[in-house]
Structure formats: C-alpha cells, structure tokens
C-alpha cells in the first residue's frame, strides 16, 4: 500500500467529529488498502479500526504493540519476566499519550511511518488520530 493513499484516508478524516469519525465505507476501504486508523474513544479507550479492528483498554495513556503483524496483549503477570520483556522489545510500539500535547486530550507517537489527522469535540481539537500501513506493524 502506498503511503499517498494513507494520507488520503487522512484527509477524508481530518476535522471529523467524535462520534463520526469513520463509517462503514470507511473501515471496509482501509481494511481492502490494508490500512489501519488508531484514534481516541472516550476517556480510556484508543480505537483501532481498518486493516485491524480491536481496542485498547488506555486509562491516562499507555502503548499499544504489534507482534508479526497483529496486536500484541501479554497473558503474562510478571512485569520482570525476561521473556516477556524480550517479546515487548521485538514489538512494534505506539505510545498512546493521554493530554500530552495541547491542545488534544488524545496524541500518539511511534517511529513507526504514519499520517495523522484531527478529530474535534465541537470547536476543540480532541484526537489527533494515526494511520498506518498495516505491512509496517510487521518485521522486515
């Protein structure tokens, strides 16, 4: 998937409303694109929809990872687990940022190539959103 066509998923997104932020055209487009939109959903939640379709439980921030291609969630209760932690070093990451960045309660930063766009509470900026090519959440 060519990144131009992120960037137009990305328009076509920018300046949305909560609540109104993809339709059902939308996610099957993506999904056939393989592109995966990641955008704030309420005070704990970071959406993920497209190529992908899950949520992430993010109270006060927090990351989401990806393993090979698919979103990462440890059955793990041991946070010094070495193994554990050398899966989580070999992830994809996203950091989910929670009021991070004035003027938006929703932010996220990752290394990983991406397009961004802006979803609104009335006049406020609230999200800014991501999209990603889902064939960059795997290792080379």
């Not at 070093?89 to 991070?100: A, H, P, T, V, Y």
Request: aromatic residues 8%; proline residues 2%.
């Amino acid at each position: 998937m060519e990144l131009s066509e992120a960037k137009q998923l990305a328009s076509i997104l920018n300046g949305r409303k909560i609540g109104e932020e993809t339709t059902d055209a939308i996610r099957i487009s993506a999904k056939s694109a393989g592109l995966v939109i990641i955008f704030g959903a309420s005070d704990d939640l970071a959406q993920i929809e497209g190529a992908i379709n899950d949520e992430v439980s993010c109270c006060d921030g927090g990351a989401m990872l990806f393993r090979d291609g698919k979103l990462y969630s440890s059955d793990c209760d041991d946070e010094s687990c070495p193994h554990e932690i050398r899966i989580q070093e070999d992830c994809k990451r996203i950091e989910i940022l929670w009021c991070k960045e004035d003027p938006y309660c929703w932010t996220y930063k990752t290394n990983i190539p991406h397009e961004v766009f802006d979803i609104f509470e009335g006049d406020t900026k609230y999200c800014r959103g991501i999209i990603i090519d889902s064939k960059d959440l795997k290792w080379n």
